[in-house]
């Protein structure tokens, strides 16, 4: 079975600048999870979607947003980017099951978003 | 509120020797708890997990953690450290709420000294 694909894995862009990244969750799950990842702050849950509807949201901007589509596949948009913004952008899938909590999560290998 | 911390932002052992990474918790109820791990250039794969009943839990490449509620931790170990180990070890933790949100300690990168 395929895992977790994220399109671009590379990106630069320069700020005020839009950009939109993309997951491809593995066949069947049908949660999609996305966090930031940076040197200072760590890891941080930006949100989470299941069955096209976000059911959690962490403290980010509304620059922030996402979305996700009947086929589970899940995209990131962040508008007028920040110099701050510069991170390592993960996307994970999980079942998506009742007990969701536990489920286990898969990483995709990320996306590297440089800001200019 | 939930949160979680990693003692240590690097340790450093032998090959052979003892793995030990820290991690304690903050919980107003038993959450669910993960040992996630993260090598160069790639995203995290689960090690272990902790839902319910044995607190002893064993997961991938040796590793296994012990849930102690009482101290609130949730401690990583594996016997015998391999060159393979070196990587960056994340404990998170999450309550039994679908709509809660997992929290990441802030990692703790295994070194291999030969």
């Known amino acids: 079975k395929a895992g977790v694909t994220q399109t671009p894995r590379y990106l630069i862009k320069t700020r005020g600048q839009q950009v939109t990244l993309s997951c491809s969750p593995i066949?069947?799950?049908?949660?999609v999870s996305w966090y930031q990842q940076t040197p200072g702050q760590g890891l941080q849950f930006l949100f989470e979607?299941?069955?096209?509807?976000?059911?959690n949201k962490g403290n980010f901007p509304g620059r922030f947003s996402g979305r996700q589509f009947s086929n589970s596949r899940s995209e990131m948009n962040v508008s007028t980017l920040e110099l701050g913004d510069s991170a390592l952008y993960l996307c994970?899938?999980?079942?998506?099951?009742?007990?969701?909590?536990?489920?286990?999560?898969?990483f995709g290998p990320g996306t590297r978003l440089t800001v200019l | 509120a939930q949160s979680v911390t990693q003692l240590g932002s690097h340790v450093s052992v032998s090959e052979g020797a003892l793995v030990l990474l820290r991690c304690n918790y903050s919980?107003?109820?038993?959450?669910?708890l993960f040992w996630y791990v993260q090598y160069p250039n790639q995203g995290l794969q689960l090690l272990l997990k902790?839902?319910?009943?044995?607190?002893l839990v064993k997961g991938i490449n040796g590793f296994e953690a012990e849930f102690k509620k009482s101290e609130t931790s949730f401690h990583l170990t594996k016997p015998s450290a391999h060159m393979s180990d070196a990587a960056e070890y994340f404990c998170?933790?999450?309550?039994?709420?679908?709509?809660?949100?997992?929290?990441f300690g802030s990692g703790t990168r295994l070194s291999i000294r030969p």
């Open positions: 994970a899938s999980s079942l998506g099951s009742s007990g969701g909590a536990s489920d286990t999560q898969y």
């Open positions: 066949s069947g799950h049908r949660s």
């Open positions: 979607y299941f069955s096209e509807t976000q059911r």
């Open positions: 919980s107003s109820v038993p959450p669910y």
């Open positions: 902790y839902t319910t009943g044995a607190t």
């Open positions: 998170a933790v999450r309550g039994y709420s679908s709509a809660s949100k997992i929290i």
